[in-house]
């Protein structure tokens, strides 16, 4: 029995956190105005509660200050994450950046 329809897509996963900048401002902000310019087909924010990255420091969610952790997602074409994440350019020099085969399931 087959399953409902799938096509191949790319999801790019970033991972940051709230203290990480570009040009002056926030890194998040500047990713989601980028995404929102190039037309992905959507972008999405997760903060989390506490993780740690390669420099082995803690970074929690605090109710005041600190620096939570925070992933952003896009799935979309292929192509379109290709060209989306040489667009960024320099300003992920010093975040995590994954790039992912997956299947999207049509609805």
């Given amino acids: ?13 970033i991972h940051l956190n709230t203290h990480d900048h570009a040009h ?17 087909a959507g972008a999405t924010v997760f903060e989390a509660v506490e993780g740690y990255g390669s420099s082995g ?14 992933t952003f997602v896009i799935v979309d074409d292929t192509e379109r994450v290709d060209r989306f ?4 350019g320099q300003i992920l020099d ?3 950046v994954t790039v992912h085969d997956v299947d999207v399931v049509d609805r």
């Fill in 85 to 88: 994440l040489a667009e960024l």
């Fill in 24 to 40: 002056h401002h926030s890194l998040l902000i500047e990713l989601v105005q980028r995404a929102r310019r190039a037309r992905m």
């Fill in 94 to 96: 010093h975040v995590l």
């Fill in 57 to 70: 420091s803690t970074q929690r969610h605090h109710l005041v200050g600190g620096s939570a952790p925070l």
């Fill in 1 to 13: 029995m087959a399953g409902p329809p799938r096509h191949r897509a790319s999801q790019l996963t």
